[in-house]
């Protein structure tokens, strides 16, 4: 089976999560990236942000073409390396996870490994899929729940989280909650639309008045809470 190769164009001035990301981050900063793909963020972070980036990435292939933005490059599994064998302890100003965690079967194994890495003042810097979102709530009511090459339902997703259940991961692993930010998407938009725009409006109503009906994703900022 060919690996699905993610490749996503960085614009600053959008909403997607991507460019909320960068916004937390401080231009001349440290970074560990997990999990960047062909280095389109990296590339980002480095080019336009003046950021020095480590990364890491299970796929070789897509490593390679990542390489050349990475001052430090880690080939290999985030749930089977262990980051203190590879990366410098407290040298890192943000660790960033940018849909990366719901690929993994534990993440809190790997996040609990962040608050070594960082600096006193270091955050980890997360976006997350939403299971909460309304479209899927749809698309379940309807009966299916199809995976596909990416989206919320991207056929490698292991785990699946809400709000509430990823604070909570974060809190019990001794993070301390900085921010929150919804990654809004309209139902119109999303993947969801197109054989669920058939059903009954005053469902789609109730649906989409819920807290977090239209929040795509989740932008996390998170510090050790013991630092």
Not at 17 to 46: D, H, K
Not at 97 to 122: F, M
Not at 187 to 197: A, D, K, M, V, W
Request: glycine share 8%.
């Amino acid at each position: 089976m060919v690996s699905h190769i993610y490749q996503r164009k960085v614009n600053p001035d959008s909403g997607d999560s991507l460019a909320l990301i960068a916004r937390r981050i401080p231009p001349g900063s440290t970074v560990l990236e997990l999990g960047v793909a062909t280095g389109y963020f990296s590339r980002f972070l480095t080019e336009e942000m003046g950021c020095t980036v480590d990364g890491v990435e299970r796929d070789p292939g897509m490593a390679e073409a990542a390489r050349q933005w990475c001052r430090q490059l880690l080939v290999g599994d985030l749930e089977r390396e262990r980051l203190a064998d590879h990366f410098q302890e407290e040298v890192y100003d943000a660790i960033i996870a940018a849909d990366v965690l719901e690929h993994l079967y534990d993440p809190g194994a790997v996040l609990s490994q962040a608050g070594r890495l960082l600096k006193p003042e270091g955050r980890v810097v997360i976006s997350i899929p939403n299971t909460a979102y309304g479209g899927l709530i749809l698309d379940l009511i309807a009966g299916s729940f199809q995976y596909r090459d990416e989206g919320l339902l991207d056929r490698t997703h292991i785990r699946f989280y809400t709000r509430a259940s990823f604070l909570g991961l974060l809190e019990s692993l001794g993070f301390e909650i900085e921010s929150v930010e919804p990654v809004q998407m309209a139902f119109e938009q999303s993947e969801f639309f197109g054989r669920l725009s058939r059903l009954p409006v005053p469902l789609k109503n109730y649906i989409f008045s819920r807290p977090d009906a239209c929040a795509y994703q989740f932008i996390v900022e998170a510090r050790p809470a013991a630092r």
